[in-house]
Nanobody
Framework: VQLQAFGGGLVQTGGSLKLSCAAS????????VGWFRQAPGKEREFVAA????????YYGDSVKGRFIISRDNTKNTGYLAMSSLKPDDTAVYYC???????????????WGQGTEVTVSS
């Protein structure tokens, strides 16, 4: 699976943005999709994950209630809809895939290039 995240940009505090993760390969529809982010000088942080069928989702505490993860397996694409954005959400956002439990943040074997999100105050 090859992944490419896109849709980042500059947004004001309180604004919204929707990221996409386009995948190539046959295993996307059977894989868990996760989103992670890394801010300058900080460690990578788990953001959200969605099960292969889209039924189950799991969120990091810092984004619960503000971000929504989804996917469209017919388009081999995952999404991360972000709202009520804060300056602390500024980071490079990455999508990744794995097989298995959405509640564990390890095991992601395929990673895309990130897309940068900047939230201005």
């Amino acid at each position: 699976v090859q992944l490419q995240a896109f849709g980042g940009g500059l947004v004001q505090t309180g604004g919204s943005l929707k990221l996409s993760c386009a995948a190539s390969g046959r295993t996307f529809s059977s894989s868990t999709v996760g989103w992670f982010r890394q801010a300058p000088g900080k460690e990578r942080e788990f953001v959200a994950a969605i099960s292969w069928g889209g039924v189950s989702t799991y969120y990091g505490d810092s984004v619960k209630g503000r971000f929504i993860i989804s996917r469209d397996n017919t388009k081999n694409t995952g999404y991360l809809a972000m709202s009520s954005l804060k300056p602390d959400d500024t980071a490079v956002y990455y999508c990744a895939t794995k097989r298995g439990d959405i509640t564990t943040i390890d095991g992601y074997g395929h990673w895309g290039q990130g897309t940068e999100v900047t939230v201005s105050s």
